[in-house]
């Protein structure tokens, strides 16, 4: 078992040399434009849609990405409101299914517009064209494994598409035959994912609703994910203020309801303030010291954006009685949310929970988003990937 307390920092490490070039050749330290939260948000989506096409185009690397993987678009209504939730459906096709779909898709990935119809399910690739539908009315399909996927950008910024090329390969490479341990060594318990099937919610942001209504918009797409998939292990994903609404959405839940969870630099803590006593000295990256030019220190308008809580002062008690099952969280060393995901663990650890953690020394956070074209980018999916398997094989275990 990992020794936690042996992350804990006291300073960030060196930035990795390959990360420094990147930031020169791109000029992420040379001064932005002052803009609105409203202003970025387009230009935020127009950027990562950009960003993902690129790396999906002919000749790139994550040109497979763009093969083999049907997207619909369709819409959930909000327990709170009724409004309609964009969501994005991912899944993988197989054999000359997925052979047809990736000749075509190819082309269809970089010029694809968004829909507004939310009305109504729109397929958005050729092979997946046919009649509108309501996300009510998509027949239950009895997934071994569905994953619910939660995008980042600080509750402000993001769509259901911004983090695409991670949904992609969470269903491209997913590990189809998961196997656990029993007691004995050499009995072993194996079970076959005969299909995958992923959900990236996008929920509404702030400052257009508060940050409640983020929350309510997850817990209902989660709810109809759940209802729709009965028999399905479902586990939950999120990077960032993703993984704060994964986190969140998965305290909420009566035990055996989620089979997994996985938290990339995930928010946790309104730090330093709001964190729980017992932790504060495992707290140490809230400061300028770990700020890049990725991230610096939040500055909320309001304590916890107005939430009654975040996911770090859940009482240890709440948690083990929810019986949360495996969860697995990815951290960078220089990253001011570095000991949320570190303390985060180790809450979940005194509740009993198992816990991994996957620590990427001398990087910011979630740099695979912003370049997923750097070998150590797709080294962190890779790890996601592993992490996956692992909370599954928990499952199995269970099973």
């Given at each position: 078992?990992?020794?936690?307390?042996?992350?804990?920092?006291?300073?960030?490490?060196?930035?990795?040399?390959?990360?420094?070039?990147?930031?020169?050749?791109?000029?992420?330290?040379?001064?932005?434009?002052?803009?609105?939260?409203?202003?970025?948000?387009?230009?935020?989506?127009?950027e990562c849609r950009a960003r993902n096409a690129a790396m999906m185009a002919t000749g790139a690397?994550?040109?497979?990405?763009?093969?083999?993987?049907?997207?619909?678009?369709?819409?959930?209504?909000?327990?709170?409101?009724?409004?309609?939730?964009?969501?994005?459906?991912?899944?993988?096709?197989?054999?000359?299914?997925?052979?047809?779909?990736?000749?075509?898709?190819?082309?269809?990935?970089?010029?694809?517009?968004?829909?507004?119809?939310?009305?109504?399910?729109?397929?958005?690739?050729?092979?997946?064209?046919?009649?509108?539908?309501?996300?009510?009315?998509?027949?239950?399909?009895?997934?071994?494994?569905?994953?619910?996927?939660?995008?980042?950008?600080?509750?402000?910024?993001?769509?259901?598409?911004?983090?695409?090329?991670?949904?992609?390969?969470?269903?491209?490479?997913?590990?189809?035959?998961?196997?656990?341990?029993?007691?004995?060594?050499?009995?072993?318990?194996?079970?076959?994912?005969?299909?995958?099937?992923?959900?990236?919610?996008?929920?509404?942001?702030?400052?257009?609703?508060?940050?409640?209504?983020?929350?309510?918009?997850?817990?209902?797409?989660?709810?109809?994910?759940?209802?729709?998939?009965?028999?399905?292990?479902?586990?939950?994903?999120?990077?960032?203020?993703?993984?704060?609404?994964?986190?969140?959405v998965s305290q909420s839940q009566p035990p055996g309801c989620v089979a997994g969870v996985l938290?990339?630099?995930?928010?946790?803590?309104?730090?330093?303030?709001?964190?729980?006593?017992?932790?504060?000295?495992?707290?140490?990256?809230?400061?300028?010291?770990?700020?890049?030019?990725?991230?610096?220190?939040?500055?909320?308008?309001?304590?916890?954006?107005?939430?009654?809580?975040?996911?770090?002062?859940?009482?240890?008690?709440?948690?083990?009685?929810?019986?949360?099952?495996?969860?697995?969280?990815?951290?960078?060393?220089?990253?001011?949310?570095?000991?949320?995901?570190?303390?985060?663990?180790?809450?979940?650890?005194?509740?009993?929970?198992?816990?991994?953690?996957?620590?990427?020394?001398?990087?910011?956070?979630?740099?695979?988003?912003?370049?997923?074209?750097?070998?150590?980018?797709?080294?962190?999916?890779?790890?996601?990937?592993?992490?996956?398997?692992?909370?599954?094989?928990?499952?199995?275990?269970?099973?």
């Amino acid at each position: 078992m990992q020794d936690l307390r042996a992350l804990v920092l006291t300073h960030p490490l060196p930035l990795d040399p390959a990360w420094l070039a990147h930031e020169e050749a791109v000029g992420l330290r040379n001064p932005k434009p002052a803009l609105s939260v409203t202003e970025r948000q387009p230009l935020y989506a127009a950027e990562c849609r950009a960003r993902n096409a690129a790396m999906m185009a002919t000749g790139a690397r994550d040109h497979d990405l763009a093969q083999g993987v049907r997207v619909t678009r369709l819409t959930v209504a909000s327990a709170v409101d009724g409004y309609a939730i964009p969501v994005l459906r991912y899944d993988a096709l197989a054999g000359d299914e997925g052979e047809a779909a990736g000749d075509q898709e190819g082309g269809e990935v970089q010029s694809r517009q968004r829909q507004e119809d939310e009305g109504r399910t729109e397929a958005t690739s050729p092979g997946d064209m046919g009649h509108g539908q309501t996300g009510s009315q998509i027949a239950q399909q009895g997934d071994d494994v569905v994953l619910v996927y939660i995008h980042g950008g600080g509750l402000q910024v993001g769509e259901a598409d911004s983090e695409e090329l991670t949904c992609r390969r969470l269903v491209k490479h997913f590990p189809f035959s998961l196997t656990a341990s029993t007691q004995s060594s050499n009995n072993k318990n194996t079970r076959s994912c005969t299909r995958v099937r992923l959900y990236s919610i996008g929920y509404r942001l702030m400052p257009q609703v508060p940050a409640e209504t983020c929350v309510a918009d997850s817990d209902s797409a989660f709810a109809w994910v759940r209802s729709t998939h009965p028999s399905a292990r479902v586990v939950l994903v999120g990077s960032s203020s993703g993984g704060e609404l994964a986190a969140l959405v998965s305290q909420s839940q009566p035990p055996g309801c989620v089979a997994g969870v996985l938290l990339r630099c995930p928010v946790t803590a309104d730090a330093p303030d709001h964190v729980p006593a017992r932790l504060r000295a495992w707290h140490t990256s809230a400061g300028a010291a770990f700020a890049t030019a990725l991230l610096g220190p939040f500055r909320r308008e309001r304590p916890r954006d107005g939430l009654a809580r975040m996911p770090l002062e859940c009482p240890v008690d709440e948690l083990r009685a929810r019986r949360l099952p495996r969860t697995w969280v990815q951290v960078c060393t220089n990253d001011v949310l570095f000991s949320d995901g570190l303390c985060y663990a180790q809450a979940l650890r005194d509740a009993g929970v198992e816990v991994r953690m996957d620590v990427v020394s001398g990087w910011p956070h979630t740099f695979w988003l912003k370049a997923p074209h750097l070998e150590r980018a797709l080294q962190a999916d890779e790890e996601m990937l592993r992490g996956l398997r692992w909370v599954l094989e928990g499952d199995v275990g269970m099973a």
